[in-house]
């Protein structure tokens, strides 16, 4: 079945480094993709999303491409800040069809350094 | 911003009794959804739910589990006899329309811990 497969934490990062979270997935058809965060002691906000090949999704200086021959879609930050410390999880939707399931990564914990 | 609320944030319960946890989705959508989280996993769907019935449903909504929007505002999930496995974080979301384009919005999660 599809699946999502994405990189173990924690990442431990000082403020201002550049940052990727790698993210594979395995699904048949044409899915889309997706990155979730989740704040401490909060719920599942989405991040960004991509939903054919090619696409760039992109939001708070984050980014992530869609990448079909490869099956990935890393997450990057050009310089991370400490208020970026969360849960990430890499997502996949499995298109169109009714009320379409999100399937997640196990998440990668990241903390940013002062 | 519209937000889907979920209550109560956390419920400790005995094992073998029944639980009800709620969900308010965004007052527009459409389409519904639960998902768990056990402590350290992954998150996992449980079931959809769109025009009053079941779209879906995994393997570990089995036949203690049911879901309900009785009024048309709520959306709730019934657990009729705990198990100690039951013990995650249960997330409720909506969605607009069946669309990539439609996120799922997510509440903040009812932390359930069966005793």
């Known amino acids: 079945g599809n699946s999502v497969t994405q990189m173990e934490g924690p990442v431990t990062l000082s403020e201002e480094a550049f940052l990727t979270i790698n993210c594979t997935y395995t699904a048949t058809g044409y899915p889309s993709l997706f990155w979730y965060v989740q704040y401490p002691g909060e719920g599942l906000q989405l991040l960004l999303k991509?939903?054919?090949?090619?696409d760039k999704g992109s939001n708070k200086g984050f980014e992530a491409t869609y990448r079909k021959e490869t099956t990935s879609f890393h997450l990057e930050k050009g310089s991370v800040q400490v208020s970026d410390s969360a849960v990430y999880f890499c997502?996949?939707?499995?298109?169109?069809?009714?009320?379409?399931?999100?399937?997640f990564g196990s998440g990668t914990r990241l903390s940013i350094r002062p | 911003e519209p937000e889907v609320t979920q209550t109560p944030s956390h419920q400790v319960t005995q094992m073998g009794q029944e639980v009800i946890l709620r969900c308010v989705p965004i007052?527009?959508?459409?389409?519904f959804y639960w998902y768990r989280q056990i402590l350290g996993q992954k998150v996992e769907f449980l079931v959809s739910?769109?025009?009053?019935?079941?779209?879906?449903k995994s393997e570990i909504f089995d036949d203690q589990f049911s879901v309900e929007r009785p009024d048309g505002s709520n959306f709730t999930l019934k657990i009729r006899s705990t198990k100690l496995e039951d013990s995650a974080m249960y997330f409720c979301a909506s969605q607009l329309g069946d669309s990539p384009n439609q996120p799922q919005h997510f509440g903040d999660g009812t932390r359930l811990s069966i005793l």
């Open positions: 997502a996949l939707s499995e298109g169109y069809s009714s009320a379409s399931k999100i399937i």
């Open positions: 991509a939903t054919k090949a090619d």
């Open positions: 007052s527009n959508h459409l389409y």
């Open positions: 739910f769109y025009n009053n019935e079941i779209s879906e």
